[in-house]
């Protein structure tokens, strides 16, 4: 099975910005709905936002980061990527993308990202 390979993790301070990518060979991604997930330490992955196929690009988030993170795609690279804006320390975690719902075959390795001063 093809995989996702997250990317573009980081450090960075209380209200800082990190774009985050996640790209995969999969043939058929242009037809996923497409998620960001992401697992802090200690606790359960939990899904953070999703993207729908098509022109229409219907994006849904997560309370928790509703206003600050916006996902988008680029079916031409094969990409989705997840722009994250006045990050706070209860962010840090590793962040994956999978699809929607997920597919226990395809999880990547996650990006990490630590937010703290």
């Known amino acids: 099975q093809v995989q996702f390979v997250e990317s573009g993790g980081g450090w960075v301070q209380p209200g800082g910005s990190l774009r985050l990518s996640c790209s995969t060979s999969?043939?058929?991604?242009?037809?996923?709905?497409m998620g960001w997930y992401r697992q802090a330490p200690g606790k359960q992955r939990e899904w953070v936002a999703r993207i729908s196929v098509g022109n229409s690009r219907i994006t849904t988030y997560a309370d928790s980061v509703k206003g600050r993170f916006t996902i988008s795609r680029d079916n031409a690279k094969k990409t989705v990527y997840l722009q994250m804006n006045s990050l706070e320390p209860e962010d840090t975690a590793v962040y994956y993308c999978?699809?929607?719902?997920?597919?226990?075959?395809?999880w990547g390795q996650g990006t990490q990202v630590t937010v703290s001063s």
């Open positions: 999969r043939s058929i991604f242009s037809i996923d709905v």
């Open positions: 999978n699809t929607h719902p997920t597919r226990d075959e395809l």
